[in-house]
T-cell receptor
Framework: GAVVSQHPSRVICKSGTSVKIECRSLDFQATTMFWYRQFPKKSLMLMATSNEGSKATYEQGVEKDKFLINHASLTLSTLTVTSAHPEDSSFYICSAPSVSGANVLTFGAGSRLTVL | QKEVEQDPGPLSVPEGAIVSLNCTYS??????FMWYRQYSRKGPELLMY????GNKEDGRFTAQVDKSSKYISLFIRDSQPSDSATYLCAMSGWTGNQFYFGTGTSLTVIP
């Protein structure tokens, strides 16, 4: 089946630094990718929709200057958390529509960010 | 009213039991119905999906969709301790970038 590879799986950084998370579709092309944030024992919260070759679409309340999204190719989208603060600590997960002819998502394994 | 409703549980069953997980929805435009399994600190894993109404079976898992009642189910037969996880339902339309998720049901299978 389709695979979405997400790295790093865990990252710890100091407050004020920036962190980049990569999301790759390994065996299919993804013109669109989605970035979610998940708090402990809570459901997925859509942050933004990443579109290859154009600007990302951010959900209401998500700071686009803090969460920079780049969809540089049909297989790679990146999320950069800029000037990270402890409140940015969370589980970030990317996904992409992965089944040809079906509107179905495959998720990456997630990235746990801890900001000290 | 939320687009998708899912009982958060927690649900606890003995090993070997049949588990029934359910979601209801309000939008009749949904066409694809997905079930995901999420282990702690991992991303959701696609278990199966169905298109429109009907049943789909994959090993111990059976997904059912009743569009007339706007109700979907996932059945797990002969449940195993390794099935202990949170199960998310998700739905989408024919096309587009809108996906709607349930809040997840936490399942524990006791050996």
């Amino acid at each position: 089946g389709a695979v979405v590879s997400q790295h790093p799986s865990r990252v710890i950084c100091k407050s004020g630094t920036s962190v980049k998370i990569e999301c790759r579709s390994l065996d299919f092309q993804a013109t669109t990718m989605f970035w979610y944030r998940q708090f402990p024992k809570k459901s997925l919260m859509l942050m933004a929709t990443s579109n290859e070759g154009s600007k990302a679409t951010y959900e209401q309340g998500v700071e686009k200057d803090k969460f920079l999204i780049n969809h540089a190719s049909l297989t790679l989208s990146t999320l950069t958390v800029t000037s990270a603060h402890p409140e940015d600590s969370s589980f970030y997960i990317c996904s992409a529509p992965s089944v040809s002819g079906a509107n179905v998502l495959t998720f990456g394994a997630g990235s746990r960010l801890t900001v000290l | 009213q939320k687009e998708v409703e899912q009982d958060p549980g927690p649900l606890s069953v003995p090993e070997g039991a049949i588990v029934s997980l359910n979601c209801t929805y309000s939008n009749s435009a949904f066409q694809y119905f997905m079930w995901y399994r999420q282990y702690s600190r991992k991303g959701p894993e696609l278990l199966m999906y169905t298109y429109s109404s009907g049943n789909k079976e994959d090993g111990r898992f059976t997904a059912q969709v009743d569009k007339s009642s706007k109700y979907i189910s996932l059945f797990i037969r002969d449940s195993q301790p390794s099935d202990s996880a949170t199960y998310l339902c998700a739905m989408s339309g024919w096309t587009g970038n809108q996906f709607y998720f349930g809040t997840g049901t936490s399942l524990t299978v006791i050996p």
